[in-house]
């Protein structure tokens, strides 16, 4: 039986030996050579070793790989730690997306209230532009599909805001068309008094805007930063406006004229002579009052104007006030629109008491006429500005003040 044993094993044993030959490694040491010989049982003795190994490395990466499939949720854990460890990080997920969520409704909340304080600020008119520039609502990017879902409630509130977003913008573009026709009217460019804040030029090249702009709520920033930009340039204009002269420079209950505007007879010699402003007459002493805002350029004695106050009121326009029987105010002081200047008189070229009034723009002598004939709707605009900017002293940004 041994024998026969000995006869089956023989191929085996043989490829074994011949796996496992003795070998003779030869090496230099640096001074001579080496050899040294490893035998069957050495050469099998390290082969197992490294077998052991290798099976101890492919069950560590197998543990590994296993132990992340099922952190990423593609395997089941099998233990009770894996299995509490997958529903901690599952509650984790859910706190995260319900603190996600909670942040976005607040600052949509936020966002509604600053969309909120911009239509009162435009409808009321007062609160400055300034303020709610200084709130005006910050584009975010695009919000995650959970999170834009949470946010369907608002959304109702938004488009109603959107409307009448849309309705205050056609309501500020009809106010500032009505002023700047007015103004026009007078022989003022709406573009002098706004300066560089009036321009309209606007260009760049053409770029798709991306998916996310399309969302109703970039939708909404748009159309309330559209909405701010036509505030402000109206705001801008009506507040430029305190700037011409807009109440008449004498308050009697019935202004009346002795001499116009143009072309007239010379009241000295009769001949034909340019009148450069408009001649109210009056006794001697009555209340000369400044008919806008500015700083004295002129106070004394001018030639045949007499007695001369002259004021600059900013963007080139000047008003003349002539043949005072007294001057009350002096060179660069600056008054008020209404506060009394100086009294009536007949000082200068003049043959009786009454008042030389003109106005100038650019230095040239325009009809007074057109600016007292619309002195109410000029007072109403620079009472409104100036209104609108005692009430941004008082009101915190952003917040308009309302009305019972």
């Known amino acids: 039986m041994v024998r026969l044993s000995k006869l089956k094993n023989a191929p085996s044993l043989a490829r074994f030996r011949s796996l496992f030959a003795p070998r003779d490694i030869i090496f230099h040491n640096g001074r001579e050579l080496k050899r040294l010989t490893l035998g069957s049982a050495s050469q099998a003795l390290m082969a197992g070793v490294a077998a052991v190994g290798l099976c ?219 009148h450069a402003g408009v001649d109210i007459p009056g006794p001697v002493g009555t209340p000369v009052y400044a008919t806008a805002d500015g700083i004295i350029d002129r106070a004394g004695r001018a030639g045949g104007y007499g007695n001369l106050v002259e004021i600059d009121h900013g963007k080139g326009i000047q008003t003349r006030y002539g043949h005072l029987s007294k001057i009350l105010v002096g060179q660069n002081q600056r008054v008020k629109r209404g506060q009394e200047i100086g009294l009536m008189g007949s000082t200068g070229r003049s043959t009786g008491s009454h008042l030389h009034y003109e106005v100038r723009i650019d230095g040239r002598a325009v009809n007074p006429i057109p600016f007292l004939q619309t002195a109410d709707y000029l007072v109403a605009m620079q009472n409104q500005a100036k209104l609108q900017t005692a009430s941004a002293t008082t009101t915190a940004p952003g917040i308009p003040e309302t009305e019972d």
């Open 56 to 274: 101890f490395t492919a069950y560590g990466v197998g543990q590994a790989a296993r132990g992340a499939a099922e952190a990423a949720g593609i395997v089941q854990p099998t233990t009770p730690a894996g299995q509490v460890a997958a529903m901690q990080a599952k509650v984790e997920a859910m706190q995260a997306r319900v603190h996600a969520i909670k942040a976005a409704a607040e600052a949509h909340a936020t966002t509604i209230e600053q969309r909120q304080a911009i239509l009162a600020g435009v409808l009321s008119g007062r609160v400055s532009p300034d303020q709610i520039a200084l709130n005006m609502p910050v584009p975010g990017g695009p919000a995650p599909a959970f999170v834009a879902d949470a946010l369907s409630p608002f959304r109702a509130a938004e488009r109603n805001q959107m409307r009448l977003a849309a309705e205050a913008q056609k309501l500020a573009q009809q106010r500032y068309r009505q002023t700047a026709m007015r103004l026009r009217k007078l022989g003022i460019d709406p573009a002098r008094l706004l300066g560089d804040s009036g321009g309209e030029g606007m260009g760049g090249p053409y770029e798709p805007a991306p998916a996310a702009d399309a969302t109703p709520a970039a939708r909404a920033d748009a159309q309330f930063r559209s909405l701010f930009a036509s505030w402000k340039k109206l705001d801008s204009l009506e507040h430029s406006v305190i700037a011409i002269p807009a109440i008449h420079p004498v308050h009697e209950a019935k202004l009346a004229f002795s001499s116009y505007f143009g072309v007239r007879s010379d009241p000295f010699n009769g001949s034909a002579a340019m």
